[in-house]
């Protein structure tokens, strides 16, 4: 009964002494004096409004990147009890009390830490020494560049976790497929691949390039296995065709897994990342007028409050307001004044002298226009209302000067190839109004669907000249009180989003007072708009927008260009302290910058020598060390160049934090390279102690180096001018001395 | 007709001009000849692509094919009756392909006379296609791929001693490089000689370049050679078609910084460009005195910059520049040069030690603004209207070391000091080389769409999305629109997936170890190499756009087009003999051959019937007219003949 009490309970626990004692130091160099500085510190300045605004749930849109990091830093926040109360306005300023500056920061120094035992695995899991993983692992730790950016409220950190970690689990996952594929830990790591992987696309775009690299590495190793002869070989033909077909099943199944890990999971999971930040911010914010009316409709406040329970259809004789859906350069409205074209512009051309019709980017009374049957005179919506279907004609009556809304061939005010858009005045001079217009929905799923409010996409093309409702871009001089200007393009080519409109605001004209309750009594079915935008709907157009938007700045006093990171030829102070010289500064270990480019370099020429002996055949070193060093390469090396020369492409403004997942790569080479240098090309036992003695002496010149410049990682002891000069070790770096 | 003003905009500097007589005859009646000559090398096209695909895929249904597709296409035939650029580019760069294609089927004789002459024939394509259009470039690369494709695999070739590898080696740098660039210097040797006069377009280049052209008032110019306090002189800002320092008599508008006189960057030569050199604490009386002696302005002086025309000081402040609105307003201030502590600008020369002097023309000047600290630069950005779309001029407080804020003097006008002559600074050929490359691709780049236009997308270009209208707006113009035969494009485009699906298949083929037939077995090699150049060409001419910046428009696809066609003849020839090889009795097989080959080429003259009036003009109400005789054939929206 007992006999389970015969054998004792064995716990055999492993723990690898190095790897602890390196994660212990990693989170003391990373975690020690967090709090300080109590100030803004760089790039805080634009991340901390966003989790200002995460935590009052309000609606923003951020160009730079997908949602996950900012909600990762806000996750922080919210831990720490942060109610958002705070204005990111100025690096330097001091934090107030409700600012819990530690766990806002906690999460990018865990981020950063994590990386020194990752490191290490790595390089154990590409069948490196425990020697050489322990180098990487220390390279990393003592690496100031790294220290200083993930001791901040700053995203690269986390990016470089979530990178080194895709790496890593991917390496797990491959070296557990030659035994034992299908088993738990074998799926555990592929999945963590694939989610890890999207985690870094979700903090940064950047992350991108290092999940191609492994989608392109994943696809390598399955197409040798494709090529993998072994089982079709076995036995007689009558078993081989069965073995081959048993054979197709598993690479079938492999294939299935592997998609489904490394490309539909992270979909998904991206998707899933904005759905948590849709379903966060609710609140309409600053930032809404860039997103279309539906959308901002669907927000908490803002113009859900004006649309709520207006009409949905659009009949003759509605109120409207006319938006342009491009939004660019700012939103505005249709929009028409008293005022008169001047009889002639500054240059000498002339104009009709009718009303002006603009784009107004405020909200104005002047922007209600009434939509009218030219068959009938009245102005009402009559009873039931008659809704304004794809291709029916119109006229557009300007609400405040019941003028009709006309165009004609009279160029246009500053684009002179188009048509100028006026509202008729008749100074009975040969000129008739020409102010039909046909209604054409952009977004129809028939012909004949009716004109929706804010849901539909319409363009307005003239029925006499054919030319199209278009917002110029322009803006007026002072006549035109420096409103859009809004032209009739006859040659419209394809669909531009300048050329269509959306009726915004709405409701059905009962401008006869004692009508009043009747319309209302007939007033249609009142529908929620904001139920109507689908998660999807609002994904497509945030992510669309987030692609699309451009920031002008593009200048910084710190910004560098791609070449100038690997000399490390600039750097980015990240603060200063108000009265004395204690000063940040984003500045890489320059004794490590300089031999991880050695070592790409040698890398770069070994691997050359190697593959031009190979194709005379002639092998220099055994062919599981050339595996190796392919392989090592192959991550390393090619995690270096993709992370950094797509740069080389952008036009984005540039900076040397930019740089830090390439170099972090790049570190990783060094102990592949030296390994590989002292176990085959030092033969001889004297070459080989001469080499760890060289070792050990460029390692406490790295320790040197980062003892040196911690003062200006870590922001303290506070140094004064001539120590602060006898670290400028570059003319090109911006160390900051204070004149007095 | 803007259009290709646009895209031969580069040409008029390239090496065209060979080709493009005197402006004034082509406007009159020698246009015929032209065209015949553009169109001469339009259809050499056909034969060229005939033979590329007969070569590669030694199969004459698959090279006839080709030849149909490209014969009968609307798009190649409007693009080569004008005279354009294209044509010439796509001549030459099937002239490469060919000639490339050629000579690899010639590697078992290196080194015969045949195997020369389809070298060095390759190279002097490749110069013809880079002196055309920059999109040539991109032949090179495939060309160069190919070439390194081929020496790898000689190297791995163990009976070949080094020695004959070394041999492939220097044969192909000298035909494939030396051989190319030769050509193309010379090409520009020539067009330097030929163009030697001063034109419009001299305020682009640098003050160096503009002392080569006669006409030029730089060309043999003898002026003062140290700048010297009280002398007038212009100033060029340093970026590559940077302007001259300028002012005029109207201020900044309201709004827009201080309401101080404008001071902005021109390009072109201008009396208000002059400005007089002046100490920071004297007034400008004794300078003016004849008797008084010269003094040299040194590197590390302050001093005064003087409009000669409006006598206002060069000045800045700390209201934000009109357009780039981190930096400073710079502006004109003061009266007959009287100003404030702000019109002082400390003059240096990069990389000079304090109390040299500073030469005209040679020496490249940093102004700082001393009271600011901020350096004076051009940003190269457009002003509005009211600043004359001239180019604005700011003080930036970012002190980086770009040509944006460095100048050198160019005129330099001082009556007391000796002229001197200044062929010194006559620029090497290198040198005029690369500057005028640098200026072609920033115009190149500098062709940004603006915001509101509507653009051609890459992504329009495969599905033909849009066509360019080449003449004719109204109902009663003879129209001529480019748009490709749509019936060939699309089956261009069905293709490529179709040959992503056999090259898939056939490799995971091959690399299971399928035992396949000799005939398979060439099927394979067919599909897999030749194809594999072929969609390399196409991708090389393709996927470069996505990333430009530029306006492109939808005639930069037909290089990629060529190759599109190619592909499409080599793809349906092999899959119509993998059907044949499948269905096994050779009487069916044949059939099924011989009738798909039909079929297809019936398609594409049937198409072509339908839309040749696309290419031959058409007159008569536009498509969108119900009435019209195309109305039925305008399958897309978009379309607009």
Redesign the interface.
């Known amino acids: 009964m007992l006999g389970f009490l015969k054998e004792p309970v064995v716990v055999t626990a492993e723990i690898n002494v190095n790897l602890v004692a390196l994660t212990v130091l990693a989170l003391i160099s990373r975690l020690w004096g967090l709090c300080y500085p109590r100030a803004v510190v760089f790039d805080e300045v634009y991340y901390g409004q966003f989790v200002s605004l995460y935590m009052k749930r309000i609606f923003f849109v951020d160009d730079s990147g997908p949602p996950f990091g900012h909600m990762l830093l806000a996750l922080g926040g919210y831990l720490g009890g942060f109610d958002g109360n705070f204005l990111w306005n100025r690096i330097g300023a001091e934090y107030s009390m409700n600012v819990p500056v530690w766990s806002l920061r906690l999460l990018p120094a865990l981020a950063g830490a994590f990386c020194v035992p990752l490191a290490y695995q790595i390089l154990v899991e590409l069948h490196f020494s425990h020697c050489a993983a322990l180098g990487a692992a220390l390279l990393i730790l003592l690496e100031n560049s790294l220290i200083t950016q993930s001791r901040f409220m700053l995203l690269e950190s986390i990016l470089i976790f979530f990178i080194l970690l895709a790496v890593l689990s991917y390496l797990k996952f491959y070296n557990l497929q030659k035994h034992s594929a299908f088993c738990g830990s074998w799926w555990f790591w592929l999945l963590l691949t694939g989610v890890a992987c999207s985690c870094a696309v979700g903090v940064k775009y950047m992350g991108l390039f290092t999940y191609l690299l492994l989608l392109a590495t994943a696809g390598l190793h399955f197409w040798h296995m494709i090529g993998d002869q072994n089982l079709s070989n076995v036995c007689s033909t009558a078993c081989k065709r069965y073995y081959l077909s048993l054979f197709m099943v598993s690479l079938l199944c492999h294939f299935l897994a592997r998609a489904l890990a490394l490309i539909i999971i992270p979909m998904g999971l991206y998707l899933s990342f904005f759905y948590v930040h849709l379903a966060l911010l609710y609140r309409s914010g600053p930032h809404d007028q860039i997103m279309t009316s539906a959308f901002q409709a669907s927000l908490e406040g803002g113009l859900a409050r004006i649309t709520q329970g207006q009409p949905l259809e659009v009949a003759y004789g509605s109120q409207i307001t006319l938006r342009n859906v491009l939004g660019k350069p700012v939103q505005c409205w249709l929009h028409s004044h008293t005022n008169t074209y001047p009889i002639r512009y500054e240059n000498g051309r002339g104009s009709s002298h009718q009303q002006q019709v603009t784009c107004y980017p405020f909200k104005d009374v002047n922007n209600w226009w009434i939509v009218k049957d030219p068959g009938m005179q009245q102005l009402v919506v009559s009873n039931p209302p008659r809704p304004v279907r794809h291709g029916h004609i119109v006229q557009l009556v300007h609400g405040i000067t019941t003028r009709y809304l006309n165009t004609h061939d009279v160029a246009a005010p500053l684009s002179p190839h188009s048509q100028e858009v006026s509202c008729y005045i008749d100074y009975n001079i040969s000129m008739p109004a020409q102010n039909l217009w046909r209604v054409e929905i952009v977004n129809r799923e028939s012909d004949t669907d009716v004109w929706k409010t804010i849901l539909s996409e319409v363009r307005f093309v003239h029925v006499n000249t054919s030319a199209v409702l278009k917002l110029s871009g322009a803006s007026l001089p002072e006549w035109g009180y420096r409103q859009l200007e809004v032209v009739g393009e006859k040659l419209s080519k394809g669909y531009h989003q300048s050329m269509v409109w959306n009726v915004e605001e709405h409701r059905y004209g009962k401008s006869q007072e004692q009508k009043e309750r009747e319309v209302e009594l007939h007033s249609p079915t009142q529908m929620d708009i904001s139920k109507n935008l689908s998660f999807m709907a609002k994904f497509t157009e945030l992510q669309w927008k987030i692609l699309t938007l451009k920031n002008e700045d593009t200048e910084h006093k710190y910004s560098s260009s791609a070449l100038d990171w690997v000399t490390m030829d600039t750097n980015i102070a990240y603060w200063l302290h108000p009265t004395s010289g204690a000063q940040i500064h984003l500045l890489g270990n320059v004794a490590t910058w300089a031999s991880a480019n050695a070592a790409a370099l040698i890398y770069l020429c070994l691997s050359l020598w190697y593959l031009l002996r190979r194709r005379r055949r002639i092998y220099d070193i055994p062919e599981d060390a050339w595996q190796l060093w392919v392989s090592a390469g192959g991550i390393c090396a090619g995690g270096w160049a993709v992370n950094y020369l797509p740069f080389f492409l952008m036009e984005k403004t540039l900076f040397l934090y930019h740089y830090l997942p390439a170099v972090t790569f790049q570190i990783l080479l060094i102990p592949v390279v030296l390994q590989h240098l002292g176990d085959h090309l030092c033969r001889s036992v004297l070459l080989k102690s001469m080499l760890s003695a060289l070792i050990v002496a460029w390692f406490s010149s790295v320790y040197f180096v980062y003892c040196t410049f911690s003062p200006l990682t870590y922001g303290q002891p506070a140094l004064s001018p001539p120590e602060l000069r006898a670290l400028r070790w570059k003319d090109t770096w911006n160390i900051l001395i204070r004149k007095h | 007709m803007m259009l290709i003003g646009l895209a031969g905009y580069l040409s008029g500097y390239d090496g065209t001009f060979p080709f493009q007589k005197p402006g004034d005859r082509y406007e009159q009646h020698n246009y015929i000849g032209m065209r015949g000559f553009c169109a001469f090398l339009g259809s050499c096209l056909v034969p060229f692509a005939y033979l590329t695909v007969l070569e590669l895929s030694k199969s004459l249904p698959a090279a006839l094919l080709t030849a149909f597709i490209l014969i009968f296409d609307t798009g190649c035939i409007t693009l080569s009756q004008y005279i354009l650029l294209d044509p010439i580019l796509m001549f030459f760069l099937m002239g490469a392909v060919l000639s490339m294609v050629k000579c690899n089927s010639r590697a078992d004789r290196p080194f015969s006379a045949s195997w020369w002459f389809w070298l060095s024939l390759t190279g002097v394509s490749l110069a013809g296609a880079m002196g055309v259009k920059f999109v040539g470039l991109f032949v090179v690369l495939l060309v160069g791929l190919n070439t390194i494709y081929d020496l790898?695999d000689l190297?791995?070739n163990?009976s070949l001693s080094?020695v004959t590898f070394g041999k492939h080696l220097l044969a192909r740098v000298l035909c494939l490089i030396v051989l190319p660039l030769a050509l193309y210097t010379a090409v520009f040797a020539v067009h330097f000689a030929v163009l030697n006069r001063s034109g419009p377009g001299d305020g682009f280049f640098s003050s160096a370049f503009q002392s080569q052209l006669i006409g030029n008032n730089l060309h043999n110019v003898s002026i003062p050679e140290h700048l010297a306090y009280g002398s007038v002189v212009t100033m060029k800002n340093l970026r590559m078609a940077g302007g001259y320092l300028h002012s005029h008599w109207h201020l900044y508008p309201e709004g827009v910084g201080a309401r101080q006189q404008q001071v902005t960057a021109y390009l072109h030569k201008d009396l208000n460009n002059l400005w007089i050199i002046k100490k920071h604490d004297s007034d400008t009386a004794d300078l003016s005195d004849p008797s008084s002696p010269v003094e040299f302005v040194r590197h590390g002086d302050i001093i005064r910059l003087e409009h000669k025309e409006t006598s206002r000081n060069l000045h800045s402040h700390q209201h934000e520049a009109p357009l780039?609105?981190?930096h400073f307003q710079v502006t004109g201030y003061g009266i007959n040069g009287t100003g404030d502590s702000n019109d002082f600008w400390r003059i240096e020369v990069v990389g000079r030690k304090t109390g040299k002097l500073i030469k005209v023309l040679r020496s490249r000047v940093r102004l700082t603004h001393v009271a600011t600290g901020c350096i004076l630069g051009s940003s190269g950005k457009t002003l509005p209207k009211w600043g004359w779309e001239q180019v604005e001029v700011t003080c930036t407080?970012?002190l980086k070391e770009t040509p944006n804020s460095l100048w050198n003097f160019e005129d330099h006008i001082n009556p007391k000091l000796p002229n001197i002559s200044l062929d010194v600074l006559k620029p090497s050929f290198a040198e005029i080389l690369l500057e005028s490359h640098m200026v072609m691709i920033r115009g190149n780049s500098g062709l940004k769409p603006?915001?509101?236009e509507?653009t051609s997308k890459p992504w329009h270009w495969p599905i033909n999305y849009?066509g360019l209208r080449f003449s004719g707006?109204n109902e009663t113009d003879y129209r001529v629109y480019l748009l490709g035969n749509p019936v060939i494009w699309w089956l261009n485009l069905i293709t490529i997936g179709l040959y992503l699906l056999i090259t898939v298949c056939t490799a995971?083929a091959l690399?299971?170890?399928v035992q396949l037939t000799s005939e398979l077995k060439e099927l394979s090699r067919v599909v897999l190499h030749a194809g594999g150049q072929i969609t390399l060409g196409w991708l090389l001419h393709y996927l470069p756009f996505f990333?430009m910046?530029r306006v492109l428009y939808f005639h930069h696809y037909f290089p990629a087009m060529l190759f599109s066609s190619m592909l499409t003849g080599i793809t349906w020839d092999a899959l119509l003999r993998f059907c044949a090889v499948f269905l096994s009795p050779s009487t069916t097989a044949r059939k099924v051959h011989g009738g798909g080959f039909l079929a297809l080429v019936l398609l594409i003259l049937y198409s072509f019937y339908l839309f040749h009036p696309l290419s031959y003009g058409m007159i008569g109400p536009m498509a969108s007219n119900p009435s019209s005789p195309m109305a039925g054939l305008r399958w897309m929206d978009?379309w607009?003949f």
């Open positions: 790898w190297l791995g163990l080094l780039t609105r981190k407080p970012y603006k915001d509101n509507v849009q707006v995971v690399k299971r170890g990333m910046g978009s607009e």
